[in-house]
Structure formats: structure tokens, C-alpha cells
């Protein structure tokens, strides 16, 4: 009771913020607006894909709770995070028009199973002629998607949350810009998203002298830190995880070396093996190169 409660008053509030919003319809759309509109579009396409293989299987919690996640982690979460104007500000009328249909179409995947909110919002969203109902509409259809860009988000995603981390272990405030060192150009097409998201200056290379690393799939990336960062702190981290990854090449090698594993096993878990050794050797250079810039 107590979660369909909440779930109704963040569909209730998520509205009321996207109608709240001032909309200046001859701004032009922000570079991470659009990356947050063609994200979301790929990712409802896809959820709606699953939602009705829920369906045709009759797997009626499965699919609730693929719609719940969608709308409550993804378009809450990260899609509303994303496009939100700056406070006192407007959002582009392009924008707005694709969080509104985003919007109707997840309150029309919600309606089977929350029929009265839906319904509720669906005649307040515009004017509708008497006797029309969102019982009468048709269920979103489901449109191509891209899962290498939806595989690229979640790695941006995977930096803002260790970006996060960052500013609390250190105590640096949310609205302190800080630069955000990338190793290589892997999300590129994402870099206005990564800077909204995590209040950042994206730079490709590596940060030089004292800094916060992390990983994101085999992406270094640096926060230089020479005024909050503890170095032996750091070095510490580092070290240990190094000593993972050097154990975990290890157990893959130890499995490529094998004789009776190679002859046996299927090609396309030999060919995962060896992208486990790739990545764990990646891995390992980029925290090499982080021990090394702090001087060790």
C-alpha cells in the first residue's frame, strides 16, 4: 500500500514539475537535452519491447515492475534531472514538446494497472472533447533502438554516480565545477550530459599530480583533487584494487591456459574469456598510470 502510495505521488509531482516549467519556444535545444531526448526515446522503445514480452508470457509482475522502473528511476531520476531548466530559467520548446509525449505515453503504460491517477492526469494533461478517455487509446508501440548508445549511458551514468561519490567523500559542494579528466573519446557524443550531470569540465587525457580515479567499463577516469584529496588514502585504494584486477587476469589467464577448457568449450565463451583478459589488462595500465601520478 505504502509503495503504490508513493509510486502515485511521484507520477502526481513528476507532472506537476514538467507543467510548472516556463518554455521559451524560440530557444535553441541544448546539446544535453537532445542526448537526454534520443536516450530516453531509445530506452522506452526498448522497455515497451520487453513490457510486451511480459505480456505474451504472462509475466504480470515482471512487467509492473519494468514500467515502475522505468518511470521512477529513469524519467524521474536521470531524463527529468537532465532537461530541467536551470531555477528562474525556461527549457527549449523542442524539449518540452518530447518530456510531454514521454510523459503520455508512460502514464498510458501505467494506466491497466493505476487506472484512476492515469485517467486523472490524462484529461488535465490538455482539453479533450466530452467522453473521451485514456481507455480508448492505444498502447504505445515500441520504435527501433540502439543498444550500444543505451550501453554508452549507462556508463555515464556508472561516472556521475562515482563523480557523486567523489564530492562526498571529499565534502566538496554540489555547485563547486570541477574538471573531469577522460581517458579516451568512448563517450564523446555524451560529454554535454556528463558535464550537466555531474557539474564538470570534461577534459580528455589524465590528471596530473593528486586525484580521485575510477574506472567506468575499461573508460580512466580523474578528478584532480591537490586541495581535498588525502594522498595515502588514495594510494591505498589504488593499490588494492590493482591487486584485484591482477588476480582476477589472473584466474582468466588460468583458464585460457588450460588445455581441457580451450578443446572443450563453446567459441563464444572462449572469445568472453579473452575480452575479460582485454579489459583486466586495460584496467590494470589505467591504474598503473593513476599510482604513478600520484608519484609513486
Request: glycine fraction near 6%; proline fraction near 4%; aromatic fraction near 10%.
Amino acid at each position: 500500500m505504502e509503495q503504490g502510495r508513493n509510486f502515485c505521488g511521484k507520477i502526481w509531482n513528476a507532472w506537476r514539475l514538467i507543467n510548472g516549467w516556463s518554455v521559451d519556444t524560440k530557444a535553441e535545444q541544448p546539446a544535453y537535452a537532445l542526448e537526454a531526448v534520443k536516450w530516453f526515446d531509445n530506452l522506452l522503445s526498448r522497455t515497451i519491447t520487453e513490457v510486451e514480452d511480459h505480456y505474451g508470457k504472462f509475466r504480470i509482475s515482471d512487467a509492473l515492475m519494468a514500467i515502475y522502473k522505468l518511470f521512477w528511476d529513469d524519467f524521474c531520476s536521470w531524463y527529468l534531472e537532465l532537461v530541467k531548466p536551470a531555477f528562474g530559467g525556461a527549457i527549449d520548446g523542442i524539449t518540452y514538446e518530447a518530456t510531454v509525449s514521454f510523459f503520455d505515453k508512460l502514464i498510458k503504460l501505467i494506466h491497466p494497472v493505476m487506472p484512476f491517477i492515469t485517467e486523472e492526469l490524462w484529461q488535465v494533461m490538455e482539453k479533450r472533447n466530452p467522453g473521451e478517455t485514456i481507455m480508448y487509446q492505444r498502447t504505445p508501440a515500441a520504435g527501433p533502438f540502439s543498444a550500444e548508445f543505451l550501453d554508452k549511458f549507462v556508463l555515464l551514468q556508472d561516472a556521475i554516480v562515482n563523480v557523486r561519490a567523489i564530492r562526498a567523500q571529499k565534502g566538496i559542494p554540489a555547485k563547486q565545477v570541477l574538471d573531469l579528466y577522460v581517458a579516451d573519446d568512448t563517450l564523446a557524443e555524451l560529454y554535454p550530459a556528463l558535464a550537466k550531470l555531474g557539474n564538470v569540465n570534461v577534459k580528455e587525457g589524465a590528471a596530473e599530480g593528486a586525484s580521485a580515479s575510477f574506472i567506468v567499463g575499461t573508460v580512466q577516469m580523474s578528478v584532480p583533487l591537490a586541495d581535498f584529496v588525502n594522498v595515502d588514502e588514495e594510494r591505498g585504494k589504488l593499490e588494492a584494487d590493482l591487486a584485484y584486477q591482477k588476480k582476477f587476469l589472473a584466474g582468466v589467464r588460468g583458464k585460457l591456459s588450460n588445455q581441457g577448457f580451450v578443446a572443450h568449450a563453446p567459441e563464444s565463451v572462449i572469445a568472453a574469456e579473452r575480452k575479460k583478459e582485454a579489459d583486466a589488462l586495460q584496467r590494470i595500465e589505467a591504474l598503473e598510470n593513476s599510482l604513478k601520478a600520484l608519484g609513486l
